[in-house]
Structures are given as C-alpha cells and as structure tokens.
C-alpha cells in the first residue's frame, strides 16, 4: 500500500470541486454555485416580508404554488444593499432544511453569468478568510481566464448563523 503524497491529497480534495457551476455576480465579485443544486432562475419578484427574521432573509415568494424562503446574498456576506436592477435575479436551489429534508430556497444575485465547466486542477483551496464567508462555506477558488471565481458551499452558507442557528 502506497502512502499518500500532498500532490494525491491535492487531487482527492478537488476532485469534488470539478463539474459544472452557474456563475453570477455580488458587488461585481463572481460566485459559483454547483448546477445540480439549482432548480431554477427566475426574475426578480414582489417578496412578501416575514416578521423577525434575520435582515438577510427577505421573506418569501410564491412560485406556482410553493411558498418559498428568499436570502439576499448580498446582505448574507455583509455587502452593501442595492437596489434591484433589471439584472437582479432569484436563483432557486434545492437545499437541506435544518431537519435534513430537501427544501427550496431563493437567492437574491445581482445578475447570472454564465455556465462554466471547472476541471479539479483549475480549483485552489479556499484560504482562511477570517470572516462569516470563511474556508468551510467555500469549495474553493477557480481560475477561470483571467480572473478568480470562488466556489461556494451554497448549503453551508445558506444552513446557519453565527450562532448556529439554521435560517431554513
């Protein structure tokens, strides 16, 4: 039996990370969420306010018939609110509730990019952040043409607060 080299190590650390993910934009920084988790994107919408949640969590919409729980992203990581343009757009992901069982959820983006193919050779470990967005919600770092696009855990950054708290 062979023992692992750090290059091996490397390589089964991202091979997870390879695939297919929508890219879109917060605060002209580009995200990617993993393509099997999005069930849809749809046009920024009337959002029915919820009373005492978390300023993040916009409240709900219903989408043919599911009431659905929206999450500004951009409050999410502590962006400065925008205004919603006629490029602002809800990404629906199929997510774990807190109880484990699949739920949907909307996520508020300034606007979708692209599609993108990232091979596992082209993603980075994601460094300490030191912040909320830290190294556990980030798959990684891609570099794609000549930029950077970082990689989220969509279920981790969606799944609790600071305080452990789930949000959905």
Sequence with gaps: MSNPTPESDAAASNSFTSGKFLTFLLAEESYG?????????????????????????????????????VVDLRLKFN???EEATERTC????D???HEGAP?????VVDAVEEVLNI????????PDFGT????????????????VKTLLDIEKVVSTETTGEPIV
């Excluded at 739920?103 to 996520?107: H, I, M, R, T, V």
Aim: aromatic share 0%; hydrophobic share 45%; glycine share 8%.
């Design 103 to 107: 739920s949907l959820l909307g996520l």
């Design 132 to 147: 909320q967005l830290s190294n556990e919600c980030c798959l990684g770092i891609a570099k794609v043409k000549d930029g």
């Design 90 to 93: 809800v990404i629906v992901v």
């Design 119 to 126: 091979a596992g050779e082209d993603v980075e470990p994601s």
């Design 33 to 69: 969420i993993e393509v099997l988790l999005i069930r849809e994107i749809i046009r920024m919408q009337t959002i029915t306010p919820v009373p005492h949640m978390p300023s993040h969590v916009k409240g709900v919409i219903n989408l043919r018939g599911k009431v659905i729980p």
């Design 79 to 81: 962006l400065p609110a």
């Design 95 to 97: 997510v774990k509730n």
